[in-house]
C-alpha cells in the first residue's frame, strides 16, 4: 500500500487542455514535493509546498497543499507536448525518508 | 545534467551473481541517497548516507548494502541477484543532512537481471 496514492494513473490529453493530477494521504506531511520525470532520466524537482493551504504558481503549473497537509494537486492550464512525462509527488517521512506516490504518466498529444 | 553521475548506466546479468552500482554526488552535497524504480512498485527508498555515516534506511533488502566513502561518493551493493531484483536504481544527492534540501537524482543504472 502506497502511503502516497495519487490520480489518476494515467491521463492521455490533447494539446491545450487543462488537467488535474491529486496525491492523496491519510497522514500528515511537513512538507510535499513534485517531481517531473522523463524516460531514461531521474525524477527532477517542480515544487516544494510546506504550508497547509499553499499555493504556488509555475508558469502555466499551480500547485496547491491542502490545508490539513494531508494532500496535494497539480493543475496543469494549456497543457503541450513538452509537458508529457511521469509527475510524481513525494512526502517527508519518518525523518529522513522522502515517500513518493506511484506517479501519474500524462501524455499530452498535439 | 544534475551533477549526480550514475555508473553504470546498464547492466545484465545473471541470478545469484552480485554488482555494484556507483554514484557521485554533486560537488559540495554531503547527502546521498538510493531508490530503486520498479514498473510494480514505483520509487522505492533504499537507504541514506550523511558525510560517510548511515542516516537513514527504508526498504532495503538484506542481501543489500551501501556505503559512503571519504570523498563522499557512495556504492550500492546487490548480491544473491534475484529476476525481482531487475529495476532502474537512482542515486540522489542533497546538501543537507534532512529533507529540507532539494534532491538531484542521477539518470540512474539500469539493472536487468536474467
Known amino acids: 500500500t502506497q502511503l502516497l496514492e495519487q490520480s489518476p494513473q494515467f491521463l492521455s490529453i490533447q494539446e491545450g487542455e487543462n488537467l488535474t493530477v491529486y496525491c492523496n494521504s491519510s497522514?500528515?506531511?511537513?512538507?510535499l514535493q513534485w517531481y517531473r520525470q522523463e524516460p531514461g532520466e531521474g525524477p527532477v524537482l517542480l515544487v516544494t509546498?510546506?504550508?497547509?493551504?499553499e499555493v504556488k504558481k509555475l508558469k502555466r503549473l499551480t500547485f496547491q497543499f491542502g490545508d490539513a497537509r494531508k494532500d496535494s494537486s497539480l493543475h496543469i492550464t494549456a497543457a503541450q507536448p513538452g509537458d508529457t512525462g511521469l509527475y510524481l509527488c513525494?512526502?517527508?517521512?519518518?525523518?529522513?525518508?522522502?515517500?513518493f506516490g506511484a506517479g501519474t504518466i500524462l501524455r499530452v498529444k498535439s | 545534467d544534475s551533477g549526480v553521475t550514475q555508473t553504470p548506466k546498464h547492466l545484465i546479468t545473471a541470478t545469484g551473481q552480485r554488482v555494484t552500482l556507483r554514484c557521485s554526488p554533486r560537488?559540495?552535497?554531503?547527502?546521498v541517497y538510493w531508490y530503486q524504480q520498479s514498473l510494480d512498485q514505483g520509487l522505492q527508498f533504499l537507504i541514506q548516507?550523511?558525510?560517510?555515516?548511515?542516516?537513514a534506511k527504508g526498504n532495503i533488502l538484506e542481501r543489500f548494502s551501501a556505503q559512503q566513502f571519504p570523498d563522499l561518493h557512495s556504492e550500492l551493493n546487490l548480491s544473491s541477484l534475484e529476476l525481482g531484483d531487475s529495476a532502474l536504481y537512482f542515486c540522489?544527492?542533497?546538501?543537507?543532512?534532512?529533507?529540507?534540501?532539494?534532491?538531484?537524482f542521477g539518470e540512474g543504472s539500469r539493472l536487468t537481471v536474467l
Open positions: 540522489a544527492s542533497s546538501l543537507s543532512v534532512d529533507l529540507t534540501g532539494e534532491l538531484f
Open positions: 497522514s500528515v506531511f511537513s512538507s
Open positions: 509546498v510546506v504550508t497547509g493551504g
Open positions: 513525494a512526502g517527508g517521512w519518518d525523518g529522513n525518508k522522502l515517500v
Open positions: 560537488s559540495g552535497d554531503l547527502s
Open positions: 548516507y550523511y558525510n560517510g555515516e548511515e542516516r
